[in-house]
């Protein structure tokens, strides 16, 4: 069990520009989510894939944000057009079916210029 | 809508004491679990506990433990014999609506532990 592992650590971009995070989950986990986190607050939910099904979107996940998981292994999070407002802390967490818990990497914070 | 509420934003426990972190959530589910994660600061987010709703008996883990009250909808988590490791922010949750497993946070307590 390597945990989940989250890429890059830290991004720090200009207001406008595309972002792309990667993750990749604990490998015999088939479910795999991405949470917002901001400074001070819980981490709310953004998006689910069992396998390579995304299943469920956030209404915080505005059209600027898209998330893949191709071969129902990694993940991938991508924001266009970067706002101040996504600041944040991205994390990623996988777990097996059903109401096993959830296994989160460290996280990619994001910085908006 | 579901809601998970941690009434204490911060809270601060002497090394070796005891302290109780609350947390109350709303759900119309009859089977769910809840659970309580530790967010150090600047590392990752660990589970500490869980518990399975339909579970009379409450969930123990060395030093960590619930007080969970299905009818109050009340979920607390108790350290015994806190050391300055557990400082950190701790955080309620529970799964929403559906078979997703997404996870609805509360606000997170930050715990203090002085020596």
């Known amino acids: 069990d390597t945990g989940v592992s989250q890429n890059p650590r830290h991004k720090i971009t200009k207001r406008g520009q595309n972002v792309t995070f990667r993750c990749d989950p604990i490998?015999?986990?088939?479910?795999l989510y991405w949470y917002r986190q901001t400074l001070g607050q819980g981490p709310e939910f953004l998006t689910y894939?069992?396998?390579?099904?995304?299943?469920?979107k956030s209404r915080l996940l505005s059209d600027r944000f898209s998330a893949e998981r191709p071969k129902g292994s990694f993940s991938t999070l991508e924001i266009q057009r970067t706002e101040q407002g996504d600041s944040a802390m991205y994390l990623c967490?996988?777990?097996?079916?059903?109401?096993?818990?959830?296994?989160f990497g460290d996280g990619t914070r994001l910085s908006i210029l | 809508a579901q809601t998970v509420t941690q009434s204490q934003p911060e809270m601060s426990v002497q090394e070796a004491e005891t302290v109780t972190l609350s947390c109350t959530y709303d759900?119309?589910?009859?089977?769910?679990?809840l659970f309580w994660y530790k967010q150090p600061p600047s590392r990752q987010m660990i589970l500490v506990i869980r518990?399975?709703?339909?579970?009379?008996q409450n969930a123990t883990e060395n030093r960590f433990s619930v007080n969970f009250q299905k009818a109050a909808k009340s979920f607390s988590l108790k350290i015994s014999d806190s050391q300055l490791g557990d400082a950190a922010m701790y955080f309620c949750?529970?799964?929403?609506?559906?078979?997703?497993?997404?996870?609805?946070f509360g606000q997170g307590t930050t715990l203090q532990v002085k020596p």
């Open positions: 967490a996988s777990s097996r079916q059903g109401s096993q818990p959830q296994h």
């Open positions: 490998s015999e986990h088939n479910r």
């Open positions: 894939f069992q396998n390579e099904a995304q299943l469920e």
């Open positions: 759900t119309s589910e009859s089977d769910y679990y």
């Open positions: 518990q399975e709703a339909y579970k009379q």
């Open positions: 949750a529970y799964p929403g609506s559906g078979n997703t497993g997404k996870l609805i």
